[in-house]
């Protein structure tokens, strides 16, 4: 069965970075697109980035662009979003999601506090 | 970027009853409008696609209606385990973007 799994979530001061991962299985990972959502505590959610399927295009939110990185090793079955320059606001739960739009399968989340 | 409307902020339904949420953008999206459903401390499922397509697995009393810009998702007799959050979302257009939510809570 498809399963995604979040890692990488942790406290982390304002500024620094952090680098999450997302190990896909059950479903043929190198033919999609995939996502990362978020959804601060409390609020709702909020689209972050996408990968096409060969990694060939990349989009952002604007809340994240200049800062976070999406990018994919589809020898590894693995998503990851490279976060710089970390905000207060970047706090939230972080899912990944896909397979392309809309999100037929999501992770169960890894949570990203952002705090000094 | 597409602006996602939803209302009401609340719903406050009774078991058994309809319920009946409102998603509008702020341009045409077509029909490339998601539904997603969320309950405290779970990720969200996916419920309809294309505006009125159930996803695999999702009971018959959730469906969806509505093009270009006005949508609407309705459960026909609400079911305890139907009390959650729900936001539409549309993939039309880069960014993607998710309306701010409907919470349908217990009368």
């Known amino acids: 069965q498809v399963q995604l799994v979040e890692s990488g979530g942790g406290v982390v001061q304002p500024g620094r970075s952090l680098r999450l991962s997302c190990a896909a299985s059950?479903?043929?990972?190198?033919?999609?697109?995939m996502h990362w959502v978020r959804q601060a505590p409390g609020k709702g959610l909020e689209w972050v980035a996408v990968?096409?399927?060969?990694?060939?295009?990349?989009y952002y939110a604007d809340s994240v662009k200049g800062r976070f990185t999406i990018s994919r090793d589809n020898s590894k079955n693995t998503l990851y979003l490279q976060m710089n320059s970390l905000r207060d606001e970047d706090t939230a739960v972080y899912y990944c999601?896909?397979?392309?739009?809309?999100?037929?399968?999501w992770g169960p989340g890894t949570l990203v506090t952002v705090s000094s | 970027e597409i602006v996602m409307t939803q209302s009401p902020a609340t719903l406050s339904v009774s078991p058994g009853e309809r319920a009946t949420l409102y998603c509008r953008a702020s341009?045409?999206?077509?029909?490339?409008l998601a539904w997603y459903q969320q309950k405290p401390g779970q990720a969200p499922r996916l419920l309809i696609f294309g505006a009125s397509t159930r996803a695999t697995g999702i009971p018959a009393r959730f469906s969806g209606s509505g093009s270009g810009t006005e949508f609407t998702l309705t459960i026909s007799s609400l079911q305890s385990e139907d009390f959650a959050g729900f936001y539409c979302q549309q993939y039309d257009n880069w960014p993607l973007t998710f309306g701010g939510g409907t919470k349908v809570e217990i009368k």
């Open positions: 059950g479903f043929t990972f190198s033919s999609y697109g």
């Open positions: 341009q045409s999206v077509s029909r490339n």
């Open positions: 999601a896909g397979r392309d739009q809309p999100f037929d399968y």
């Open positions: 990968i096409y399927f060969d990694g060939s295009n990349k």
